[in-house]
């Protein structure tokens, strides 16, 4: 077993290990289940990474979110160490070949969607792997009660008796005492064996700002708190209307939503990363796996759904553990406005199963079939065709991905791929008889080379076109065509949401939908809005405690940089500042009267209103009396 300290220096650089990462880290190579609790930025893929460097073996990575795990993956290779990701969109031939390199090659990473696990290509693969670790990412996805439920996270138990001996390793950046209870149990751990780092962010300020004119306060902020910022908005329509406005007032600002492009959503953050663009207008698409640690502001616009949510968001900002700022605006109506979204976010079940249909009906899928299928997913095309409300479709895959029919992942991009299917003789007696594919597939050979025969290789339809002076969509119609005969395994490109059927198809009439838990999940989302509207609307009590308490840490220490904190400070400031010129005032009127105008000289101008009125409240107590000759002095008690 390799040294830990080691391997952090060789593939993070890093001479030391975080708060709390080494004691995870030791748990895990002593072979126990391990839940491990670390915020926004806590430094949790070194938590499974760095043990599984240590042991011999594959580590099978479990994570819902694609476009964090593609990162990871791009992450690791970078750094020199194998991994592979298999996921929605990709060919079965393509999820062949990378569970076959974990069987068979060097591979050191599996990453895998949840829903992937109990597919009979994975279950005759993970038999034949030599798995060191199963480490659960995002592991509140395991609970109904915890952010964000994923129902595939189930099948993760079915997973533990294939793995005998393997130990796991949960991750999440927030849970309550009723979640990390769900997700020992539903993981099955021997013992219960929870590292938690406390959930207080002491260099983050946590303000709740009420306004009626949000903008204006927006403006205020961002000309006040320099540096990096995200602005956190409920539609993407704001995020145009928000960065355009900004830019407007020489604030360097861009918007980032799912819909955008990939080329697009690259550009932006790109610029974002670099400081090129100061302010990211954003849905909480953006964030997730985006590593800048120098972001001093995140404000929200809007109220998210939960406390959960928000303490997600508002973590990314001050990762370098360097003074920053969270903040929400909120207006009168707010409060109201987010409990009716969470009533319209629970849709009727008539609706849940007109919508199942018609995506039934959109791909063409026969009851019983379609388990695992993937499909590009036009969200405004589907409605249109459907005469439906985009909005009303949203909230109802949500709630048939909370019943585990059906997934829509993130908008994610995937580059064209190609692999020859024949050898090298095959393929030459195949340019011999088809000169006109010889110069394609030769270019192929001299830009991918040898590679293109063992694995999936990323192409670029207008690098070959423009080397073959051809038009970029005859390049892909002749790739096509090879496809068809089978000479090579072609993976076009796609930049769309991929819907995913995780069950068969089943009959829109009777599907069966569990009443009561979708009724227990309503009240738990509006409950969740309560203790969020709860949270905003406290003016007495710190921020940070407020958190705390919700996610059953209690502490008695303040903040001290809250909106409270801040506030009581300024107060106590202000009590010290009086009190000493109420002293001095005394002191000076025990010496010698003095006329009011006078006496109130003797202090900077600054201190002059504030004396004034000092003086006037030691007059109403009682404890300076005044002159005929109009001079104030200390009364007898007093002296």
């Excluded at 949840?114 to 659960?136: A, C, G, N, W, Y």
């Excluded at 903040?327 to 406005?337: K, M, R, S, T």
Aim: glycine share 4%.
């Amino acid at each position: 077993m390799q040294d830990i300290h080691h391997i952090l220096k060789t593939y993070w650089g890093y001479e030391q290990f975080r708060p709390l990462q080494e004691d995870i880290i030791r748990s895990v190579l002593a072979g126990n289940d391990t839940l491990a609790l670390l915020p926004t930025g806590g430094g949790k893929s070194i938590c499974f990474q760095v043990p599984a460097l240590a042991m011999e073996g594959l580590c099978l990575v479990i994570t819902p979110l694609i476009a964090l795990m593609k990162d990871q993956v791009e992450q690791l290779n970078k750094r020199g160490v194998p991994a592979v990701a298999v996921y929605s969109g990709m060919s079965r031939r393509e999820i062949d070949i990378a569970l076959d390199n974990c069987v068979f090659g060097n591979t050191k990473f599996l990453y895998l969607s949840p829903e992937r696990l109990l597919t009979d290509l994975f279950q005759e693969r993970i038999k034949r792997m030599k798995v060191s670790l199963l480490t659960v990412d995002e592991a509140h996805c395991i609970s109904q009660w915890g952010y964000d439920f994923r129902p595939p996270y189930l099948q993760l138990a079915a997973l533990r008796p294939l793995l005998p001996g393997v130990p796991v390793i949960a991750l999440t950046a927030t849970a309550t005492e009723q979640v990390k209870q769900d997700i020992q149990e539903k993981l099955q751990f021997k013992e219960k064996n929870v590292f938690q780092k406390s959930f207080a962010r002491f260099n983050l300020s946590y303000s709740c700002v009420a306004t009626e004119d949000k903008v204006k306060r927006l403006l205020e902020i961002l000309q006040r708190v320099p540096g990096q910022a995200i602005v956190y908005v409920r539609s993407r329509r704001q995020t145009v209307e928000m960065a355009k406005f900004l830019a407007s007032k020489r604030i360097a600002a861009a918007a980032y939503h799912a819909g955008l492009k990939f080329e697009e959503r690259s550009a932006v953050q790109s610029s974002w990363i670099q400081d090129k663009v100061r302010v990211m207008v954003a849905t909480n698409a953006f964030g997730m796996g985006i590593d800048k640690p120098d972001v001093r502001l995140v404000v929200h616009l809007d109220l998210p759904e939960s406390l959960e949510a928000y303490y997600q968001e508002a973590g990314r900002a001050g990762r370098d553990e360097k003074y920053a700022y969270a903040v929400i605006l909120h207006g009168p109506n707010d409060v109201a406005e987010l409990q009716r979204k969470v009533e319209e976010a629970h849709p009727p079940l008539e609706l849940i199963r007109r919508v199942y249909q018609s995506l039934a009906n959109y791909y063409q899928m026969a009851v019983g079939s379609g388990q695992l299928s993937s499909f590009d997913f036009d969200l405004e095309d589907f409605s249109k065709t459907y005469k439906l409300r985009p909005l009303e479709v949203h909230h109802v895959i949500k709630r048939l991905e909370g019943e585990g029919y059906i997934q829509l992942n993130e908008v994610y991009y995937m580059p064209s791929r190609l692999m020859f299917v024949l050898e090298n003789t095959a393929l030459y007696e195949f340019q011999v008889i088809h000169p006109e594919y010889e110069g394609l597939v030769r270019l192929i050979l001299r830009l991918y080379g040898g590679e293109a025969f063992v694995n999936f290789v990323k192409v670029s339809e207008r690098k070959m076109a423009e080397l073959l002076k051809l038009p970029e969509q005859e390049v892909r119609r002749r790739l096509e065509y090879l496809h068809k005969l089978e000479v090579l395994v072609y993976e076009p490109k796609h930049d769309a949401p991929q819907l995913v059927f995780t069950a068969p198809r089943q009959d829109a009439i009777n599907l069966p939908l569990d009443h009561k838990k979708l009724a227990q999940l309503r009240e738990r989302a509006l409950q969740q809005a309560k203790e969020m509207g709860r949270y905003v609307e406290t003016t007495d009590r710190c921020r940070t405690q407020l958190l705390l308490e919700y996610f059953g840490e209690i502490s008695d220490k303040r903040c001290r940089i809250c909106d409270y904190c801040l506030a009581e400070r300024k107060k106590e400031r202000a009590e010290q500042e009086a009190a000493a010129l109420r002293q001095k005032l005394l002191e000076l009127l025990h010496h010698q009267p003095w006329l009011p105008k006078e006496l109130v000289a003797q202090f900077e101008p600054k201190h002059h209103e504030q004396t004034t009125r000092l003086l006037r409240e030691l007059l109403d107590l009682g404890q300076v009396m005044r002159h005929e000759n109009g001079k104030l002095a200390v009364t007898e008690k007093e002296a």
